[in-house]
């Protein structure tokens, strides 16, 4: 079985941890994003990944190339010379998806974080016959999104509804999708989107099916979903009753903490943390509802919460860093500074306090 990965673009949502490395290379509670789809895939039986891509297709490679051997599943590249829209790139990499088994075949926006259901999706696809399933999750505030409108007891899709005014279901497209090869035949080889313009037909002739995703979902492209989108994950991984998460009377909640990490006498930590390998915590830091990625210095009695703290960063001694702060690769923060929403490029020295949620160039 295959699977298609929407990589996509620049991942100007997440900058400036997307200026170091492809969006799908950023961590995401301690491995990067899409290696969480990828294990997910590889668990069910996907034996090929096709990732779509139309930018660092070579930094993607190089880094996957160990993960290929270690998961024992291949992954390839279909490269967009231009941005191909959200169906373009199935066009693009029809043969590489298309095989004599005429199996259907999975697509995954990169950004979606959730369970993974798809062991049961492949059961429900086999069940209605149609031609194509997604999964939709329910929502509180479906006017943002488009809705996906159902038949209630099969699931059948009747039509979609573009970010409605008035309340027609609360279910909406949750980036997950089992397709048959007979949906290539509808796809041209052009900027097109699956979403408005393929599904729709599909669902006009009664062939499309929407399965509700069990547990919870994220897109986590930006900052504030991001920091929501651990805090899900790691309650997933509590119901789980996961040995992955840390216990001791320094952690509060559920936080994760790489066997490779060091942590001092009289921290607290939690909850909704995520502290990745060789990050030195020094005595007394206060951590809370962040990530801290790998080789991360913290100094004594910092405190961080509501953050993404980059790769190979320093927090000083006393700083403060909150409400969002996003520090890219190799930033240091001087002792006692305080940053309220900063946003800080890569290799920078801060000196002074940001009082301003503003960008540090």
């Keep these: 079985m295959k699977a298609l990965i929407l990589v996509g673009g620049f991942g100007t949502r997440l900058r400036p941890l997307t200026l170091s490395v492809p969006k799908p290379l950023v961590d995401f509670a301690n491995k990067p994003m899409i290696l969480h789809q990828i294990e997910a895939l590889k668990a069910i039986g996907v034996t090929e990944?096709?990732?779509?891509?139309?930018?660092?297709?070579?930094?993607?490679?190089?880094?996957?190339?160990?993960f290929e051997t270690k998961l024992e599943i291949k992954i390839t590249c279909s490269q967009e010379t231009e941005p191909l829209g959200t169906a373009g790139p199935l066009a693009l990499a029809r043969d590489k998806l298309i095989d004599k088994?005429?199996?259907?075949?999975f697509v995954l926006n990169s950004d979606v974080i959730?369970?993974?259901?798809?062991?049961?999706?492949?059961?429900?696809?086999?069940?209605?016959?149609g031609e194509a399933s997604i999964m939709v999750?329910?929502?509180?505030?479906?006017?943002?999104?488009?809705?996906?409108?159902?038949?209630?007891?099969t699931g059948k899709v009747e039509r979609f509804v573009e970010k409605p005014k008035l309340f027609v279901g609360n279910k909406i497209n949750a980036g997950i999708y089992l397709l048959n090869p007979s949906v290539l035949d509808r796809i041209q080889l052009r900027p097109t989107s699956i979403e408005k313009e393929v599904f729709p037909?599909?669902?006009?002739?009664?062939?499309?099916?929407?399965?509700?995703?069990?547990?919870?979902?994220?897109?986590?492209?930006?900052?504030?979903?991001?920091?929501?989108?651990?805090?899900?994950?790691?309650?997933?991984?509590?119901?789980?009753?996961?040995?992955?998460?840390?216990?001791?009377?320094?952690?509060?909640?559920?936080?994760?903490?790489?066997?490779?990490?060091?942590?001092?006498?009289?921290?607290?930590?939690?909850?909704?943390v995520a502290i990745g390998p060789d990050c030195v915590v020094e005595p007394g830091v206060r951590l809370s509802c962040c990530t801290v990625m790998r080789g991360v210095r913290i100094k004594k009695h910092a405190c961080i919460s509501s953050s993404i703290i980059g790769w190979h960063s320093t927090v000083g001694q006393w700083?403060?860093?909150?409400?969002?702060?996003?520090l890219g690769e190799d930033v240091h923060v001087c002792d006692e500074i305080y940053s309220n929403?900063?946003?800080?490029?890569?290799?920078?020295?801060?000196?002074?306090?940001?009082?301003k949620p503003e960008i540090v160039m």
């Design 49 to 66: 990944v096709v990732l779509a891509i139309n930018y660092q297709p070579e930094v993607m490679l190089n880094f996957l190339k160990d």
């Design 101 to 105: 088994s005429g199996e259907p075949f």
């Design 114 to 129: 959730s369970e993974y259901p798809l062991k049961e999706m492949i059961e429900f696809h086999k069940s209605h016959g």
């Design 137 to 153: 999750t329910k929502v509180d505030e479906p006017s943002k999104y488009g809705v996906v409108v159902t038949e209630e007891s």
């Design 201 to 272: 037909e599909i669902a006009a002739k009664g062939k499309l099916y929407a399965m509700v995703l069990p547990g919870f979902w994220m897109d986590i492209g930006q900052p504030r979903d991001y920091i929501t989108g651990l805090r899900l994950y790691l309650d997933s991984l509590r119901k789980k009753a996961s040995p992955k998460l840390a216990s001791g009377t320094h952690i509060i909640g559920n936080v994760l903490v790489d066997e490779s990490a060091k942590i001092g006498e009289g921290c607290l930590i939690g909850p909704d």
């Design 319 to 326: 700083a403060r860093v909150e409400n969002m702060t996003i």
């Design 341 to 355: 929403g900063g946003v800080v490029l890569p290799h920078k020295e801060i000196k002074s306090s940001i009082l």
